[in-house]
């Protein structure tokens, strides 16, 4: 065993504020499959493909077999994942008015091969219709390709939410002092925290957000405080304990933490976390609701967030908070019509 200040420099678990994994270095996995499977039928299901031969529609994912997961190796982000997929398919020829069926099969997308390059393959039942089949593999190809593009996408940015872990900085290089924040955000000092190791300090930073929905307080209020609508939105099982010292769980425990005040349509606090960030850390997050004309506005801020992972917590809040919740308004809306 190596005396202490000799050895490799990698293993030095000082160098990190909750004493582990120290640079990254250490090869992390997170497990993709059952999110891919759920995000697949998502970006799959229900497509849409039009021509001048008629309508078809993907339906069902009937057959997903497979794997997918992300690994952290010194900082970088490597995926694996490689799907054999079959989808149904169905179609109205826009002369006669004659329906069909058929099939989509996807039998290897993985990382080895460019989307572009995944073979697609269109089969249709017997009988005629085969201008169906032909709209299936032109239109109906490039359609499917986009989706998967789609899922691609979510697994590099929305599955791996956090996963880069915190590095020290070099030698004279103050985080907390040196950073220059952007206009929505301001410097926290560095204060202690509560980590288990006593002396800790970590730099954090403020974030400061104002969005405007096209709903009333009360009901973006509620859709931060019901379960059912807080899976619509996350597209993820949650614990949503909507009350003094209730927890709250989503994105697959990406992001947990309690609620500590709730004012009805009015306001939220809570403590919150992201998986990634130093044991026992928390941010102070108030969320405040404010009836507009027509619309309200939600301004939130974030207090404590560690300055390594500001720009992936404000992302989190736009793309998996504030856009979702956007589609889901939509969607309510568009059903009451």
Same mark, same amino acid.
């Given at each position: 065993?190596?005396?202490?200040?000799?050895?490799d420099?990698?293993?030095?678990?000082?160098?990190?504020?909750?004493?582990?994994?120290?640079n990254?270095?250490?090869?992390?996995e997170?497990?993709?499959?059952?999110?891919?499977?759920?995000?697949?039928?998502?970006?799959?299901?229900?497509?849409?493909?039009?021509?001048?031969?008629?309508?078809?529609e993907?339906?069902?994912?009937?057959?997903?077999?497979?794997?997918?997961?992300?690994?952290?190796r010194?900082?970088?982000?490597?995926?694996?994942?490689?799907?054999? !997929?079959?989808?149904?398919?169905?179609?109205?020829?826009?002369?006669?008015?004659?329906?069909?069926?058929?099939?989509?099969?996807?039998?290897?997308?993985?990382?080895?091969?460019?989307?572009?390059?995944?073979?697609?393959?269109?089969s249709?039942?017997?009988?005629e219709?085969?201008?169906?089949?032909?709209?299936?593999?032109?239109?109906?190809?490039?359609?499917?390709?986009?989706?998967?593009?789609?899922? !691609?996408?979510?697994?590099?940015?929305?599955?791996?939410?956090?996963?880069?872990?915190?590095?020290?900085?070099?030698?004279?290089?103050?985080?907390?002092?040196?950073?220059?924040?952007?206009?929505?955000?301001?410097?926290?000092?560095?204060?202690?925290?509560? !980590?288990?190791?006593?002396?800790?300090?970590?730099?954090?930073?403020?974030?400061?957000?104002?969005?405007?929905?096209?709903?009333?307080?009360?009901?973006?209020?509620?859709?931060?405080?019901?379960?059912?609508?807080?899976?619509?939105?996350?597209?993820?099982?949650?614990?949503?304990?909507?009350?003094?010292?209730?927890? !709250?769980?989503?994105?697959?425990?990406?992001?947990?933490?309690?609620?500590?005040?709730?004012?009805?349509?009015?306001?939220?606090?809570?403590?919150?976390?992201?998986?990634?960030?130093?044991?026992?850390?928390?941010?102070?997050?108030?969320?405040?609701?404010?009836?507009?004309?027509?619309?309200?506005?939600?301004?939130?801020?974030?207090?404590?967030?560690?300055?390594?992972?500001?720009?992936?917590?404000?992302?989190?809040?736009?793309?998996?908070?504030?856009?979702?919740?956007?589609?889901?308004?939509?969607?309510?809306?568009?059903?009451?019509?």
């Amino acid at each position: 065993m190596a005396k202490w200040g000799q050895g490799d420099p990698r293993w030095i678990v000082e160098e990190r504020a909750d004493a582990t994994n120290v640079n990254n270095w250490h090869w992390t996995e997170r497990d993709a499959t059952s999110w891919s499977k759920r995000k697949l039928k998502e970006v799959l299901e229900g497509l849409v493909v039009e021509g001048e031969a008629g309508r078809c529609e993907i339906g069902d994912l009937k057959h997903v077999e497979g794997e997918a997961s992300c690994n952290s190796r010194k900082g970088k982000l490597i995926f694996f994942y490689e799907w054999n !997929l079959r989808l149904s398919w169905k179609g109205t020829v826009k002369e006669s008015g004659e329906k069909h069926k058929g099939s989509v099969e996807i039998p290897n997308l993985s990382e080895e091969n460019e989307v572009d390059d995944t073979e697609i393959n269109v089969s249709k039942k017997k009988g005629e219709g085969d201008v169906l089949k032909d709209l299936m593999r032109t239109e109906g190809t490039t359609k499917v390709r986009e989706a998967l593009r789609d899922y !691609l996408k979510a697994l590099k940015t929305e599955f791996t939410l956090g996963m880069i872990l915190p590095t020290k900085a070099p030698v004279g290089q103050e985080l907390a002092t040196e950073r220059k924040p952007n206009e929505n955000t301001t410097q926290d000092s560095v204060t202690s925290q509560s !980590l288990g190791m006593v002396g800790v300090k970590i730099p954090t930073v403020r974030i400061h957000m104002r969005e405007v929905f096209n709903s009333p307080a009360d009901e973006l209020y509620s859709i931060f405080t019901k379960k059912e609508l807080v899976q619509k939105f996350s597209k993820c099982p949650a614990v949503i304990e909507a009350e003094k010292g209730g927890k !709250l769980q989503m994105f697959e425990g990406c992001v947990s933490g309690e609620y500590t005040e709730l004012v009805p349509s009015q306001r939220i606090v809570l403590k919150w976390r992201c998986r990634s960030w130093p044991d026992e850390h928390y941010a102070t997050v108030a969320l405040n609701f404010q009836d507009l004309v027509a619309q309200s506005e939600l301004e939130l801020e974030c207090k404590g967030v560690p300055v390594s992972h500001e720009e992936s917590t404000r992302q989190c809040w736009k793309k998996q908070y504030f856009e979702e919740i956007h589609i889901l308004l939509q969607q309510s809306k568009d059903s009451m019509e």
